[in-house]
């Protein structure tokens, strides 16, 4: 496909734009689907749902509320505004003053940038309200969330964040207009496809990862093993850690020949190392794994804790202490080994999409996305590889090559369309 044609296949609403397809028909790559499942050409199928008829998928490795507010909500979308009660009550305690959604509602967009000096509660409530005023602003939802029916309902697959910003608005406002929300349906929820999302957008913290490369690892392994479904492992050891733990035995739960290459590219990682460095993470005492998630401890500072021969409640006892900059003597050499690891291939912190809800672009002059001196040229970059591609026989390579080529592509032209 030529350059013209790629550029008109984009811009024609019935022709097959989805990343694995561009990415083949431009490269003369075969498209290979991330779960190794046939795929319809185009996924998404756009339409109103109501809010009270999608439910959150609990397994989702990016958590948008806190663990001691989701712990006492029942998942039912009906309960979602005694929920967002219920946090704003947690974030009156933790600020000594009462918060009040219908004060920050009224506030701009932009004035939300600078309100600092927060606790944690409040910080990540804030960001939920900061999305919901900027749907009202902006009077529509810039990304429709991505759901699949699931009998009498819908299960999402991305967009918790988006359909929760809706649910405080509707409570609020009591709008119709906000009782319904734009959904992308597809036949079901992909874990593959639920990772990119997770990987593109604001990265995960360490636990989010750790819960990222289990949940891949069970779909991979799930026509070899029976493994219990979250929601019945969570209710039988009340532990969210035990259902990601399944996979947490290296030597019995293998990652099949070949396959490490699918889960980096996947989480957007760098080496096998790092798969082996989350896998670890999932042996952390419960209360650890709570704390190191609600309070976003950095990845050295578990690796301090997995090897530190306290008990339990001691490392939980020191996990919170980090987590308020109290920090044993001895662990600077383990922040310069995180702050190399984390740096994801090819791409650097500021060529990260924004997440739901920000300004494409703001505070980013560059955005990795080609536009602007100084970026990179995204472009530059596809001409190489497809001077490089069309020395290939691709016939030659094994199929999991292709699909890591495959991805790469994706992932590439997902960045390029941020910029036109």
């Known amino acids: 496909m030529s350059k013209r044609e790629m550029k008109r296949a984009i811009n024609d609403d019935d022709a097959d734009v989805s990343n694995a397809s561009v990415a083949a028909q431009g490269y003369g790559i075969p498209v290979m689907p991330h779960d190794g499942v046939a795929a319809s050409p185009t996924r998404y199928t756009v339409k109103p749902v109501s809010i009270f008829d999608l439910y959150p998928d609990f397994a989702q490795p990016r958590r948008i509320v806190p663990s001691m507010v989701r712990a006492a909500w029942d998942g039912n979308p009906q309960s979602v505004p005694q929920m967002l009660q219920a946090w704003a009550e947690e974030v009156s305690k933790e600020r000594g003053s009462e918060f009040r959604f219908d ?10 940038e600078g309100l600092q000096e927060v606790g944690l509660l409040e910080s990540q409530l804030l960001e939920l309200v900061k999305l919901a005023v900027t749907i009202q602003e902006r009077k529509a939802l810039k990304n429709a969330i991505t759901a699949a029916r699931s009998g009498d309902h819908w299960l999402m697959e991305t967009g918790e964040r988006r359909w929760l910003a ?12 906000f009782a319904t929300i734009s959904v992308n349906e597809v036949p079901s929820v992909s874990v593959w496809d639920q990772a990119y999302e997770n990987s593109a957008r604001k990265n995960l913290n ?3 990862k750790a819960r990222q490369f289990a949940r891949l690892l069970i779909d991979m392994l799930s026509d070899q093993f029976q493994f219990e479904p979250y929601e019945a492992i969570a209710e039988r050891t009340g532990s969210d850690r035990a259902y990601y733990a399944q996979v947490a035995d290296g030597n019995e739960f293998r990652i099949p020949r070949g396959q490490a290459g699918r889960i980096i590219t996947a989480m957007n990682l760098k080496s096998a190392k790092q798969l082996r460095d989350y896998r670890a993470l999932l042996d952390l005492p419960d209360s650890v794994w709570i704390i190191a998630d609600d309070y976003n401890l950095a990845e050295y ?3 301090y804790l997995l090897v530190s021969e306290q008990t339990g409640d001691e490392k939980a006892s020191l996990a919170m202490a980090m987590a308020h900059g109290m920090f044993p003597q001895g662990m600077s050499h383990l922040l310069d080994e995180d702050a190399e690891e984390q740096q994801p291939t090819g791409a650097s912190s500021e060529a990260e999409l924004p997440d739901e809800g920000s300004e494409s672009g703001k505070g980013n002059s560059t955005g990795g996305h080609g536009k602007g ?9 596809m001409t190489r590889l497809e001077k490089r591609l069309t020395k290939v026989d691709v016939q030659k390579v094994d199929i999991d090559q292709r699909r890591e080529v495959v991805a790469v592509l994706e992932r590439l032209l997902t960045r390029w369309r941020q910029g036109l």
Request: net charge negative; proline share 5%; aromatic share 16%.
């Open 103 to 112: 004060e920050y509602l009224r506030l701009p967009e932009h004035e939300f």
């Open 166 to 177: 809706y649910h405080l608005l509707f409570w609020q406002t009591a709008d119709d207009k």
């Open 206 to 208: 360490a636990i989010g």
């Open 301 to 303: 500072t578990l690796r």
């Open 373 to 381: 001196k100084g970026s990179l040229p995204v472009y530059n970059v």
